[in-house]
C-alpha cells in the first residue's frame, strides 16, 4: 500500500481508536499496523504486567509501530511507566487533562503523545501542554463521549486553535467509510480516529454477537446515556439502541451498576475473571458468557454504514483507496483542465481554478 495522509511517521492517518476493555487487543492492532495505520491497544488500567504482555503480544505480530490507549479518568501511574519503559510510538490520552510535564516526560522516553478531547478549551489545555496530535472528538462518537458538538463543527475550531503550530488533528466521530474521510480532510483534520468500524472485523477481541449486531442498527438507532456508566465514574457513552437499552435508558438516577443489579454473565478480560451485572460497562468479548442481548455495545452513529465483517487491513485499505478516489473525481468534476494540467506540471496559472 501506497504512504497517503500519513502523520507522527506513520504512513497513512487511520488511526484505530484504543477501545476497551480489550477489544483493541494485539491482534486488531498488529492488523492495523501492518496496514500502515495506527494501532492503539486498549491499556490494562493501572496494570505494568499486563500492559507490558499486551505490547509484547503485539510485537509478536508486527515490527511496525503502534501505541497505546489510557483513559485518564482512573490511576494510570503503572500503565504509563510501563508504554514508557517500552518507549512505544505513542501514548493516547483521555478524559482528562496531562499537565506539560508528563508531555515532557513522555517526550523524553521517545513517546508521542496523543490527547483526545470533545472541546475547544480542552484542545488549548492540550496545545499548552504540548501535545504532539489532538484527536477533536465529535458527539456522534459511539463509546465514551466528552463532548457535546458535533465532529463538523468542532474540527475546524480545533485546526484554527492549532494554527501554524505543527500538531496535526484527527477526527473521531462516525468515521465509516472514505467519504467521512474525506469529509475530514476537507475540514481541516490530517487523519481520522476509528471505532465503530474497527468493531465489526476479524480481528476485534469483542464478541461475534456483538459485531454481528453492528450490521442490523443505524444512525438513528444509537443513544447517549450515562447508564453504563454511574456507579464507578460518571461518563456518557454511545450505544446500540437494542430492546433491552430501549427498556432501561429512562431509569431513575439511582439506578446504577452495583452489587444489587443481578448477574447477566461473566468474562475474562486479559487475565482476570469478571462477573458482569446488569447496567455493566463491559462489552463482550469471546469469553463472555450469559444474556448478551442485555449488556452494552458501543457504537458511533456511522453504524448504519457498516454493512460487513472483514479484514482490518480491508477497512485501512478502503479508506485509503476510497479517498484518493473521491479525491481524484473531486478534482476532474470541479477543476478545469488547464488547472490540473499547471497544477501537474508546477506551473502558476492567473485562471480560476474552480467551475461551477
Not at 33 to 47: C, E, F, H, T
Request: net charge negative; charged share 20%.
Amino acid at each position: 500500500m501506497m504512504k497517503f495522509g500519513g502523520i507522527l511517521g506513520f504512513e497513512t492517518g487511520i488511526m484505530l481508536a484504543p477501545m476497551g476493555v480489550d477489544v483493541a487487543g494485539p491482534e486488531l492492532v498488529a492488523a492495523v499496523a501492518n496496514a500502515g495505520g495506527i494501532g492503539l491497544i486498549a491499556s490494562p488500567v493501572n496494570d505494568y504486567d499486563l500492559t507490558v504482555k499486551a505490547i509484547n503480544d503485539t510485537r509478536k505480530l508486527t515490527d511496525k509501530p503502534f501505541g497505546a490507549g489510557i483513559l485518564l479518568e482512573f490511576e494510570q501511574t503503572n500503565t504509563i511507566r510501563a508504554i514508557f519503559d517500552e518507549k512505544l510510538a505513542c501514548l493516547q490520552v483521555y478524559w482528562g487533562d496531562f499537565p506539560k510535564e508528563m508531555v515532557d516526560e513522555a517526550h523524553k522516553h521517545g513517546v508521542k503523545v496523543i490527547h483526545q478531547v470533545g472541546s475547544v478549551k480542552a484542545a488549548e489545555r492540550a496545545i499548552a501542554a504540548g501535545v504532539d496530535c489532538i484527536i477533536a472528538q465529535g458527539s456522534e462518537a459511539g463509546g465514551h463521549v466528552a463532548g457535546t458538538v458535533s465532529l463538523t463543527a468542532l474540527v475546524p475550531r480545533v485546526v484554527d486553535a492549532v494554527e501554524d503550530r505543527g500538531i496535526p488533528v484527527v477526527a473521531a466521530g462516525s468515521m465509516v467509510d472514505a467519504r467521512g474521510y474525506v469529509a475530514a480532510l476537507a475540514l481541516g483534520a490530517q487523519g481520522i480516529n476509528v471505532g465503530t468500524r474497527f468493531v465489526a472485523t476479524h480481528e476485534a477481541y469483542a464478541n461475534d454477537y456483538y459485531k454481528q449486531q453492528l450490521l442490523h442498527y443505524t444512525e438513528e438507532q444509537t443513544d447517549r446515556t450515562d447508564l453504563y456508566g454511574r456507579y464507578i465514574w460518571r461518563g456518557d457513552v454511545r450505544c446500540l439502541n437494542t430492546p433491552f437499552h430501549q427498556q432501561w435508558k429512562n431509569a431513575p438516577d439511582w439506578v446504577q451498576n452495583d452489587d444489587y443489579q443481578p448477574i447477566v454473565g461473566k468474562s475474562t478480560f486479559y487475565t482476570h475473571e469478571m462477573v458482569l451485572r446488569r447496567f455493566a460497562g463491559q462489552v463482550a468479548n469471546p469469553t463472555t458468557c450469559g444474556k448478551l442481548e442485555d449488556m452494552v455495545m458501543y457504537a458511533g452513529q456511522g453504524v448504519g454504514l457498516v454493512n460487513d465483517i472483514i479484514p482490518a487491513g480491508e477497512v485501512v485499505r478502503r479508506f485509503v483507496e476510497g479517498a484518493k478516489a473521491i479525491i481524484q473525481g473531486l478534482s476532474q468534476n470541479y477543476l478545469s483542465e488547464s488547472t490540473l494540467t499547471k497544477a501537474t506540471d508546477g506551473g502558476d496559472s492567473d485562471e480560476s481554478s474552480v467551475t461551477v
